[in-house]
Structure formats: structure tokens, C-alpha cells
Nanobody, 124 residues
């Protein structure tokens, strides 16, 4: 099974940028559909972005499309989430997740493996 560790979170002003990383160990990320989710205080965990098993297809939640970019570095078995033009409503704990089966999925219940999360705080 794969073990995921996120990093790159922090405090940033509105309009700023952050780049989150998700380092995988145990198995290569090319064996998994990789996604990012987030959970704000008092809210349910929500889908942010995903790329397909091949990495050729990506999909974004409406509020982040055009501002966030999901990518992966197969040589380092790391997935990234580049976040630009950050807004206060982006404040949340961000999690990377992986699932063995192919096909893009947007529900957290569809993912078997999770990182511990990294806090992103955007000040207005």
C-alpha cells in the first residue's frame, strides 16, 4: 500500500500563492488516481482536484478552477497542488488521497489512502 505525506501549507495573504506537495512511499503514484481534498472548520471534507491514472486528465472543483493546478512528478513519486490567487475561503486543511481503481472520483469515500493533512490559512 502507499503512504502519503503532505507538506507546503502555511499562512499567506489573500492573492498569494502556495504549492502543496504529497510525497508517496511504498508504491509509485503512477499506480493510483491522485486527488486533493480540503476540510474547513465546521465543514465536511470537499473535493478540490484530481488527475487520472495516466495523469492525462484533470478535473477541478468549480471554485478553484483557473486558480489551482494539480500535477505530479513520477520521478519523485510526488503530487503537487499549485494554488494561486488564494482567497480567505480557501482556508482549510488540505489532504492528498489515492485510489487504486481507475476513473475519476469526487467523493472522499472513494479513496483508500490519505495523508495526514497540511494547514493552509489565507488572511484577508
Amino acid at each position: 500500500q502507499v503512504h502519503l505525506v503532505e507538506s507546503g501549507g502555511g499562512l499567506v495573504q489573500a492573492g498569494g500563492s502556495l504549492r502543496l506537495s504529497c510525497a508517496a512511499s511504498g508504491r509509485t503514484i503512477s499506480d493510483y488516481v491522485m486527488a486533493w481534498f480540503r476540510q474547513a472548520p465546521g465543514k465536511e471534507r470537499e473535493f478540490v482536484a484530481v488527475f487520472s491514472l495516466s495523469g492525462g486528465t484533470t478535473y477541478y472543483e468549480d471554485s478553484v478552477r483557473g486558480r489551482f493546478t494539480i500535477s505530479r512528478d513520477l520521478g519523485k513519486d510526488t503530487a503537487h497542488l499549485q494554488m494561486n490567487s488564494l482567497k480567505s475561503e480557501d482556508t482549510a486543511i488540505y489532504y492528498c488521497a489515492a485510489r487504486r481503481a481507475s476513473g475519476l472520483r469526487f467523493e472522499s469515500s472513494e479513496y483508500e489512502y490519505w495523508g495526514q493533512g497540511t494547514q493552509v490559512t489565507v488572511s484577508s
